[in-house]
């Protein structure tokens, strides 16, 4: 298996409603048939699939999809990025579980939730910058 993540799925309840939450933060859908919302990423794609659906498809009960214990990170070009993309996500409806903050490894990180419980962290990297196009490599470009 080659080293890369192409397309991240989201079980969601609300299909709508979770597509709505993120083309408040700015993200704009792909075509796509009914059933399945994507957003084009920077080298993948982040896909929203009915929970229910995504259950069936993967053989097992909803119940056993669980919450998950993962976080999704964006990282951002600058410290000054991190507040005003937390502000946003709060206003499209994300509940903050830790607002922008400096952490003690150099960073400055924040954490919200969106509608359906799915935890994101939006962090600046001092030691990972970013390439021109927003790539993100663990030791920068």
Do not use: C, K
């Not at 400055?108 to 939730?113: D, I, K, M, S």
């Amino acid at each position: 298996m080659e080293q890369r993540v192409s397309l991240i799925t989201l079980g969601v309840r609300d299909m709508e409603r979770a597509a709505a939450f993120y083309e408040a933060l700015g993200w704009r859908r792909v075509e796509t048939p009914d059933g399945i919302v994507v957003f084009d990423l920077i080298g993948q794609a982040l896909g929203l699939y009915s929970r229910a659906a995504l259950a069936r498809d993967m053989g097992v009960d909803e119940a056993e999809l669980g919450s998950g214990a993962m976080t999704l990170a964006h990282n951002v070009p600058a410290r000054e990025a991190v507040a005003p993309l937390m502000a946003r996500a709060e206003a499209a409806g994300a509940r903050i579980l830790r607002p922008a903050e400096d952490v003690f490894w150099g960073g400055h990180v924040g954490y919200f939730a969106d509608p359906d419980g799915h935890v994101w962290e939006v962090a600046w990297n001092p030691h990972s910058p970013l390439s021109p196009e927003g790539a993100f490599r663990w030791e920068g470009y």
